[in-house]
Nanobody, 120 residues
Framework: QVQLVESGGGLVQPGGSLRLSCAASGTFFRLYTMGWYRQAPGKTRELVAVVLRGGTTNYADSVKGRFTISRDNAKSTVYLQMNSLKPEDTAVYYC??????????????WGQGTQVTVSS
């Protein structure tokens, strides 16, 4: 069983930055594919970024060059650095843990979500 707790969301102006954190319980964090997903009102949940156990990353086209996902296996934590934020980035952001290396499908473990609002 894996428990995920996100933090770092909030209100930011367009062009600003935020860093989200996701702390995971369990002893096998280093073996999991970790991802960030988001869901805006009225839209389906979508992939933002994933990082595999070896450090390989994958991003949605909409965030490439602006967002960076990283992981610290010693702290069992995954991060999402978000720069040059846009109003269309407004959503609830969810952390996900996947015991497989399939980056096309999220795993079964989800955090509770953290709200990110980009507005002037």
């Amino acid at each position: 069983q894996v428990q995920l707790v996100e933090s770092g969301g909030g209100l930011v102006q367009p062009g600003g930055s935020l860093r989200l954190s996701c702390a995971a319980s369990g002893t096998f964090f280093r073996l999991y594919t970790m991802g960030w997903y988001r869901q805006a009102p009225g839209k389906t949940r979508e992939l933002v970024a994933v990082v595999l156990r070896g450090g390989t990353t994958n991003y949605a086209d909409s965030v490439k060059g602006r967002f960076t996902i990283s992981r610290d296996n010693a702290k069992s934590t995954v991060y999402l650095q978000m720069n040059s934020l846009k109003p269309e980035d407004t959503a609830v952001y969810y952390c996900n843990a996947n015991p497989t290396i399939d980056i096309t499908t999220p795993g079964t473990y989800w955090g509770q979500g953290t709200q990110v609002t980009v507005s002037s």
